[in-house]
Every structure is written in structure tokens, then in C-alpha cells.
């Protein structure tokens, strides 16, 4: 790794990606309910692939750099790889809550891997009240979150999935500066790892007509643009105002799921709207 030598910050677009990014990551779920019958390996390997058409056409693998190339593999598949075995291995709410984890690392993981960032106290407050948001909307049909018994596996693997994310989000600003458009490898790679998952470890499933619109929306916008979004926000942005503003998601989430009839707003969610809000609002200031 190398210091940071990256093109001039463009903070307000960097916003603008960050938050366009979020908004897609928000709809995953509400898409995953319309393919909760397809096998998640599947699933990710085929949204991963749709993904890279977006970078694809100014990609080039062979100007790829393998340690790039292995961080994208890291963030992309590592990440979504330790994500559903914790999602099988642990209880799912408590093993979501400590996957979204990952926005508080961005922010105080900023200092330990980009030299010459600090964090301030608004930084911590907002990161902190937005943490306390997402737990209470993830975790809002209650539940111990202490790893007990065969469940240790899945929280571990919980927790890696929110530091891989975190800490591949903050390395992609670190590393020599490479296009967005090396997204598209990293989708390819990391797609074709997936459906070598789904090969060894789920029953095999073939998609049929009637998932293939879901499977164009979820790989085109939150396992397609998502990503490059992201690539462009954490490059040109300040990490630590982006992750507090990455609470939203689970709070976008939670609102897209009642609005279509999946779910309905709890008290504890409205709460948690209100902590997540005020937090954004800090960090973001």
C-alpha cells in the first residue's frame, strides 16, 4: 500500500455518490424478498456478473493491477462470502446488526489507514447515534446478541464481514489511484467465486422468467452501480462524513419494505429513524 495520491476531493459529488449508492443498497432487501427462493451464492455470482456489464466496456483486466484486483476480490466477494454463512451459522437480526457495524468502522478506522485523518467529536457522536438507530431498526423483534454455543462461528464471521467492508472502502482511498471502471473486474472475479460457492455448497436452481426482472434490478443497481458509486464517493469524499451518512440505509430500507406493503413501521423504528436523522445531520455538518 501506498500514501494517497488521488485526484483533487470533490466533496459535494462525493455526497451525491455516497447517497445514490445508499439509496440502491436500501432497495436490496425489498428486491430480495421477490428472490428469497433463489440460493444467495446464486444469486450473488449472477448480480455480480449483471454488475461488471455497467464498467465492463472500459475495463481491462490485463491493466488491472493483481494487488488491486485482490483487494476488489476482497471487498466484493470475502465481504458478501462471510455476510450469508454468518447470515446461516448465526441467528439473522443479530448477525445483521453486527454486520452493520461497518459504517462506524469506516469512521474510526479512518486514522489507522489514512495517514493524517483525524476524527472530531462530532464525528464520534454522529457515528455513534446512527449506529444506535441501525440497532434498533435491525434489531427490532428484540433478541440477545451474545454469541452462545454453535453461534460463535456466525457472529466471528458477522463481525469480519463488517470489517472487510470497511476496511476495503478506506483501502480503495489509500492504494495508488485506479479507475472505477476496474469495478467491472472486480465484479467478474468475484461473481465467478460465488457461483463456484453455489456450485460446491447449495442445491443447484436454475432462474426462471418470472426472476429474471428482479435479477436486472438487483445486479444493475445495488450489486452494479452501487459499487462504482461508492469507488467514486470514497475517492473524492472525507470517509468519516460518509460512513455516518451510511446509516441511512438501513432506515431507507426499513421505510421502502412498509411502503410496499412488506412491513409495517414500528415504534422502535421510528425511534430509530429519529437517532439515525440526528446522527447524519451531526456528522455530517
Not at 6 to 27: E, G, K, Y
Not at 239 to 251: C, E, H, K
Amino acid at each position: 500500500m501506498r500514501a494517497l495520491n488521488a485526484p483533487q476531493p470533490h466533496p459535494h459529488r462525493a455526497l451525491a455518490c455516497a447517497a445514490a449508492a445508499i439509496a440502491l443498497w436500501a432497495a436490496l432487501a425489498l428486491l430480495g424478498l421477490k428472490l428469497k427462493h433463489v440460493p444467495p451464492f446464486l444469486l450473488v455470482g449472477c448480480a455480480l456478473l449483471l454488475g461488471s456489464t455497467l464498467g465492463l466496456r472500459r475495463a481491462s483486466l490485463r491493466a488491472t493491477r493483481p494487488g488491486v484486483l485482490l483487494l476488489g476480490v476482497y471487498g466484493l466477494f470475502a465481504y458478501h462470502f462471510c455476510l450469508f454463512v454468518a447470515l446461516r451459522w448465526a441467528p439473522p437480526v443479530e448477525a445483521n446488526l453486527l454486520n452493520y457495524l461497518w459504517p462506524l468502522l469506516i469512521v474510526v478506522l479512518s486514522p489507522v489507514v489514512l495517514p493524517g485523518t483525524t476524527l472530531r467529536p462530532r464525528h464520534v457522536a454522529g457515528a455513534l447515534l446512527g449506529f444506535a438507530g441501525a440497532a434498533m431498526l435491525v434489531a427490532r423483534g428484540g433478541g440477545d446478541i451474545g454469541p452462545s454455543g454453535t453461534s460463535y462461528a456466525g457472529y466471528l464471521l458477522a463481525l469480519a464481514a463488517a470489517v472487510i467492508w470497511s476496511t476495503y472502502s478506506l483501502l480503495t482511498k489509500r492504494v495508488a489511484p485506479f479507475p472505477t471502471s476496474s469495478i467491472a473486474t472486480f465484479c467478474v472475479a468475484s461473481g465467478l467465486l460465488s457461483l463456484a460457492c453455489h456450485a460446491a455448497f447449495e442445491p443447484r436452481y436454475v432462474p426462471t422468467l418470472a426472476d429474471a426482472p428482479y435479477l436486472l434490478l438487483v445486479g444493475l443497481g445495488p450489486m452494479g452501480a452501487a459499487f462504482y458509486l461508492w469507488d467514486v464517493a470514497m475517492k473524492e469524499g472525507d470517509p468519516r462524513v460518509i460512513g455516518t451518512l451510511a446509516y441511512a440505509t438501513p432506515l431507507l430500507s426499513t421505510l421502502l419494505i412498509a411502503a410496499f406493503g412488506e412491513g409495517t413501521l414500528t415504534p422502535a423504528a421510528l425511534v430509530g429513524a429519529a437517532f439515525i436523522t440526528s446522527g447524519a445531520v451531526i456528522g455530517t455538518r
